[in-house]
């Protein structure tokens, strides 16, 4: 443990400029908890599964011509 204070955690927002109020703080952390739970909950979801690749290469079932269609051969 850290001799800066017992279970103490690193903070995970920063301030770089400005001096914010506790309240504008607590709307920040709420709003970036909201949006990285959506973030979180995306990634956790089945992805979409289109097609493989045998259903790709698959082909349409043959039709039967259609009459008269082979009279061109003959001779």
């Known amino acids: 443990m850290s001799a800066e204070g017992e279970g103490a955690a690193a903070p995970d927002i920063r301030i770089v400029a400005g001096a914010p109020t506790t309240e504008e703080l607590a709307a ?30 698959r082909r349409a079932p043959r039709r039967r011509p259609a009459p008269g269609a082979w009279g061109h051969l003959r001779g």
């Open 28 to 57: 920040l952390t709420a709003v970036l908890a909201v949006a990285l739970d959506g973030i979180a909950s995306e990634s956790r979801r089945e992805p979409v599964r289109g097609p493989s690749q045998w259903e790709l290469s």
